[in-house]
């Protein structure tokens, strides 16, 4: 069997860690030149597949690759695309066929959520569907830890290290400033629909380093007399608490507490400035000094505080996609295994893609306390290996060294097509 | 001579190094036990000595103080409180003098910025004008970095880093996703009347790395139509763009572009909230996709990625406030003094406290490019060497170990002061 080509794309929203994937995955592949040719990279994910706009990994050396393991964001650029369906415009996928046929593509790597699951569970199905044999491996990649079967998501770890790192950072701010100023710190995170993200903001707290915190879960419905009622009862007690605000939360009336109306690609609702409306209920409602802030894109950008263990896992994942395909397994997924808590001990598992593609994994109720303002034992004991161990990326002047590739262009054989 | 007691307090908006600073003065004390009693640390700054709610630091062990050195915030708590002026109301000047006496304080520390510079000159003038001996030396620390003198201000250079870090993560994120989704990223950041913490987000640019950055300095009047045509241009030909822009920035009519219409006990005005203001006129203008983060108290309380430069510089101002008091100097500031670039080289230097109190240092016009939305490589030569050095601190289990002392109570002598 002669060597054929690969396709890599990613996909969604960026982490601190999918290049460690794509690291992980190119490394593993230039081990196996007699199975795997090149690697392709789609530039801006799927968009570079459909418009021929490929980028030639194999013009980048192996301290450039190496260094995609603490770059953060997707070094050969991502998007927000979601193919058609099948049924109604085949168009899109008779065009990554004939992209694929050009350029000798026998496999397809796509690194994303759920979404980009989806995508590449329907490029599994070209295979038989159009006769073009290729096999489709999904490397799964999303902050907002949501994917089913995998024990947790690759880029979640990092997220949830800032996340834990920066509220206990700002809790003892504002403790030491709660005698004459600030007694309430709102934090907003992301995490549209499930609340791991913010309840990483848990984690801050501690038996050695106990802090108040107040989690606002987007599974918990918000009311505002009771959360209201229980931050008095924190500032009461302990002369100040942090607050950590899903951007997902919404009231009884099931609007997010804030929305900007604006709707990405996927039709899903841009949010963001849900925290301002946090605190200024906090001022309107017990007269108590504020101070706010929207981590945004640094929680997820944030390569310099990354979890060691979310790196390893993010390499491990780009690795076994490359093992997966040369197993031929096609519609796969690898994924985190967990064994046990403790000590901390993981391997690497697989999921059918039809099983991921689509699903969304919710925060069980039992990891929120009773009360939904905060974590349980048990959503601890899972959460707290996820951030364990620092991996820091090497510095000249007081900056972190990212690389940025060549990013060389794959030359084209077809003409045009408009997306 | 038998040795006094030293009082030390923290003043004002808390650091990720004042505590570095309270180390190498506390450190430094004990060397010095014929000279210098007891170090009683003021509960919640100045508000501790008024109330006589003193903390004994001589209960603290060795291993307490030295990660005082690696733990951000204030230790023994910070307060915004500003003495009355001795001409209209000298009873709290009274009552520090009968606090003093009471405990034998013969050495006053206040680590604070640019109001606590001026409430130490008071203290150091209780000397002659009160016939109590006392020794005041005040030792620097404000983000804001606009203290006169010394070449900057020992908490500024992490807040500087952390901006510099985070706009370049940012950047790579935004870059990744511009092709279908976010181009323009907009990070609010501290600082009321000067620029310097926005211009440190220029350093993210770097001529290896190099990124499409526009900052908008509080010294430069914003012009909504030049912003416009400004993130324009950086789009159309980068494909993305970064805006800084700090919190004090003003309109042509001379209001901050946002005001929550708080004000804080030194009548200082409440900011917060511009960057969704530029966001959106980023939006409305060009209809650009934007994402807007607001760094808040994480930028000043991030020890995580302390600058090393600014530990040891926060070290050596608590250290050489100690040695200035062991010669008698009064109504002094220990400075940094900039020796050269390159290679950087610093020394300690003195500053009388009368040039220093209620003046405010800003950002020189030839930091800032003539259009306005940049450093000119003067500035990036006077903010490189400041960030220079990462100083991590310890982590268990993924968290950094912050110190919590016991600060335990000295024993009151007085009756009670109402403030």
Same mark, same amino acid.
């Given at each position: 069997?002669?060597a054929?080509n690969a396709f890599?794309?990613?996909s969604?929203?960026v ?11 190119? $490394?593993?592949a ?6 795997i ?16 706009d ?6 980048e050396?192996?301290?450039?690759i190496r260094?995609?393991?603490?770059t ?8 927000r695309?979601k193919? *058609?369906?099948?049924e *109604? &415009?085949?168009t899109?996928?008779e065009?990554?066929?004939?992209v ?11 690194n994303?959520g759920g979404?980009?699951a989806?995508t590449?569970l329907?490029?599994?199905r070209l ?6 044999p290729i096999v489709?491996?999904?490397i %799964?990649?999303t902050?907002?830890n949501d994917?089913?079967i995998? &024990?947790?998501? %690759?880029?979640?770890?990092?997220v949830a ?5 920066s ?5 003892f ?6 005698k ?7 934090l907003e995170?992301?995490?549209r629909h499930a609340?791991w993200?913010?309840?990483?903001g848990?984690l ?7 802090i108040?915190?107040?989690i606002?879960f987007?599974?918990? $419905?918000?009311q505002?007399d009771?959360? !209201?009622a229980?931050v008095?009862e924190m500032?009461?007690?302990h002369g100040?608490c942090?607050?950590v ?8 009336d099931?609007?997010?507490l804030?929305d900007?109306g !604006?709707r990405?690609?996927?039709? #899903?609702a841009? !949010? ?11 001022k ?6 504020f #101070?706010?802030?929207?981590?945004d894109y640094?929680?997820?950008a944030?390569?310099?505080?990354a ?5 390893e896992?993010s390499?491990?994942?780009?690795k076994a996609a490359v093992?997966?395909? !040369?197993?031929?397994r096609?519609?796969?997924m690898?994924t985190?295994v967990?064994?046990?808590?403790? %000590? ?8 059918q893609l039809?099983?991921v ?6 925060m %069980?109720r039992d990891?929120?306390?009773? &009360?939904?303002?905060?974590i ?7 959460l707290e ?12 002047n007081?900056?972190?060294?990212y690389?940025?590739?060549q990013?060389?262009p794959?030359r084209?054989?077809?003409g045009?097509?408009?997306?």
């Amino acid at each position: 069997m002669s060597a054929r080509n690969a396709f890599y794309a990613q996909s969604g929203g960026v982490t601190a860690v999918i290049n460690a994937s794509a690291c992980g995955l190119i $490394e593993t592949a230039r081990r196996h030149r007699k199975r795997i040719g090149k690697v392709y990279a789609g530039r801006n994910g799927i968009i570079g597949a459909l418009t021929e706009d490929l980028i030639d990994t194999s013009k980048e050396n192996a301290a450039a690759i190496r260094a995609l393991r603490h770059t953060p964001s997707g070094a050969f650029g991502s998007c927000r695309y979601k193919l *058609k369906s099948f049924e *109604k &415009d085949p168009t899109e996928y008779e065009r990554l066929i004939e992209v694929f046929k050009a350029h000798d593509i026998g496999y397809f790597f796509y690194n994303g959520g759920g979404d980009s699951a989806d995508t590449c569970l329907k490029v599994s199905r070209l295979s038989e569907r159009m006769g073009y044999p290729i096999v489709a491996v999904h490397i %799964p990649k999303t902050v907002d830890n949501d994917l089913p079967i995998t &024990d947790n998501c %690759p880029g979640f770890g990092s997220v949830a290290k800032y996340v834990a790192v920066s509220v206990r950072e700002a809790s003892f701010d504002v403790a030491s400033m709660a005698k004459t100023s600030t007694k309430v710190f709102v934090l907003e995170v992301m995490g549209r629909h499930a609340g791991w993200i913010a309840a990483a903001g848990g984690l801050a707290s501690t038996r050695d380093t106990a802090i108040p915190i107040l989690i606002l879960f987007p599974e918990i $419905e918000f009311q505002q007399d009771r959360f !209201l009622a229980r931050v008095d009862e924190m500032v009461r007690r302990h002369g100040y608490c942090s607050v950590v605000v899903s951007e997902g939360v919404k009231g009884p009336d099931g609007k997010f507490l804030s929305d900007q109306g !604006l709707r990405d690609a996927f039709g #899903h609702a841009q !949010l963001g400035g849900v925290a301002p409306v946090v605190a200024n209920l906090v001022k309107q409602g017990l007269n108590l000094k504020f #101070h706010w802030g929207v981590a945004d894109y640094l929680q997820r950008a944030a390569r310099h505080i990354a979890s060691k263990i979310d790196v390893e896992q993010s390499y491990a994942m780009g690795k076994a996609a490359v093992e997966l395909a !040369l197993g031929g397994r096609n519609a796969v997924m690898p994924t985190v295994v967990r064994k046990s808590n403790a %000590p901390y001990r993981w391997s690497v598992g697989v999921a059918q893609l039809d099983k991921v593609a689509n699903v969304e994994k919710m925060m %069980p109720r039992d990891y929120i306390t009773r &009360d939904g303002f905060g974590i349980t034992a048990k959503c601890r004991a899972y959460l707290e290996p996820l951030i364990r161990g620092e991996d820091y990326p090497p510095y000249r002047n007081g900056l972190p060294v990212y690389v940025r590739l060549q990013n060389a262009p794959v030359r084209k054989r077809l003409g045009e097509f408009r997306l």
